[in-house]
């Protein structure tokens, strides 16, 4: 009982130290941060089911805008022996904050490099690498019309043909901005909300609704098309470096 104890309040205890890192992280910088708390369980597992349905097959995974690391701690006890994670975070705190939960997660004590953090933006990522599962946390609405087709752009570019981009979007958020923002940022907002009902209604597979999240969320999935449009690209198998 002590041992469920003791264990139950580090939980609590981190879970309290990142709402705070969270709060402060927000109040430097609202645009790259995006939120004011972490992802709760229920949205890290929505974001995560792509990964998790094709278990135990090796797969390429890369989560962009992991912040403090909620879904990253989903994501590393799905991954297979072979498999591959790509962790990239722009914020300096948030990237050191990985990369001690990755040096320190028992699941990947036998295996360190299986899980790396690069401390970038997801569209200056330096890679040959192309994914099976991409699971973003960035706080697209954020972001300027330019920068939101910049870096959709760039999820579809390092994708197998075949493989998912999972994302998420809070509930409501639409008519609040509706009310506070300026005519300009009325302006992006909109421009924003276009770019990514373009993509949904080209590339989803599935949205879900996540209600026991703060606040509630809905869960994108979209695929990048099997064959190109020259039917030049081949089907995805795997986690191919």
């Known amino acids: 009982m002590n041992d469920w104890t003791t264990s139950h309040d580090r939980v609590l205890a981190q879970r309290n130290a990142e709402g705070w890192m969270f709060l402060i992280e927000a109040a430097r910088d609202l645009r790259t941060t995006g939120a004011i708390a ?7 597992r929505a974001l995560t089911d792509p990964v998790r349905a094709q278990a135990p097959r090796p797969l390429a995974v890369l989560e962009a805008g992991a912040g403090t690391g ?3 701690r989903a994501l590393i006890p799905q991954l297979s022996r ?8 722009a914020n300096p705190r948030f990237a ?5 939960l990755v040096t320190t997660h028992p699941h990947l004590a036998a ?3 299986q899980v790396n953090v690069h401390q970038t933006y997801v569209e200056q990522l330096d890679t040959d690498q192309r994914y099976d599962v991409i699971v973003s946390g960035l706080p697209l609405t954020n972001f300027t019309p330019v920068e939101v087709e910049r870096i959709m752009a760039r999820y579809m ?11 998420f979007a809070y509930l409501g958020t639409r008519k609040a901005r509706a009310l506070t923002a300026s005519r300009t940022e009325a302006r992006r907002h909109a421009a924003v909300d276009e770019i990514m009902a373009t993509y949904q209604r080209t ?4 949205r879900w609704t996540v209600w026991a999240n703060l606040p509630p969320a809905c869960v994108w999935h979209l695929q990048r098309p099997l064959v190109s449009a020259d039917h030049s690209e081949p089907q995805s198998d795997g986690a191919r470096r």
């Open 38 to 44: 972490p992802s709760g369980k229920a949205l890290a």
């Open 70 to 72: 909620p879904v990253t």
């Open 82 to 89: 072979g498999s591959r994670l790509d962790i990239v975070e």
């Open 96 to 100: 050191a904050r990985l990369r001690h």
């Open 111 to 113: 295996r360190p490099a």
């Open 157 to 167: 570019e390092l994708l197998h043909p075949g493989g998912t981009l999972t994302y």
């Open 203 to 206: 590339y989803a597979t599935g």
